[in-house]
């Protein structure tokens, strides 16, 4: 149900027991006589009721009964989380951090390959890596003689040495 249905429901059950209410003090009227104050009428006077003055035990044990049972709540007891009148944070992802550029500065070797990179997050300068190895979040995937293949959270890049003079 939404929360516009929740809120029709519980405006119709006030409604409800107003009704109720009325009724009842209606019928408490009718069975007294009719009269509930002091009148003076040809023949006779009528006296209000006396008022009955409530227990102040009853009504602290009657609402330490409503806070335990939260009339509100399908289950009947007290929410688990404490009510704030802030809004919630939103949770989203985390920014994304500087893009990685990542270049290879050159190769060495015959199989196995090794290559020299730089822009690997979390390390200056440039550095040789081997395949399998795993820096700053970056995997190097394949080293051959034409680049490396390297991937970078959800994407794969392939990266080769720049031609000189190009």
Known sequence: MTRRGWEKSLWAMTAAILVLTVRQIIRTRHAQGG????????????????MTMFDGDSLDSA?????THDPFR????????????????????????PPVRIALQGMIGGPPWRAIVSGIPGHDGT???????TL????????DRSGITVRVKDSTWTVTLAKAGA
């Open 127 to 133: 550095i040789m890596v081997s395949s399998g190895d």
């Open 63 to 67: 609402a330490s009964h409503v806070m």
């Open 35 to 50: 009269a509930t104050v002091t009148a003076v009428s040809r023949s006779r006077t009528v006296k209000a009721p006396a």
């Open 136 to 143: 700053g979040g970056v995997t190097i995937r394949r080293i």
């Open 74 to 97: 399908l289950e009947r007891k007290p929410a688990n989380v404490a009510f704030s009148i802030a809004p919630p944070a939103i949770v989203g992802a985390p920014p994304p951090g």
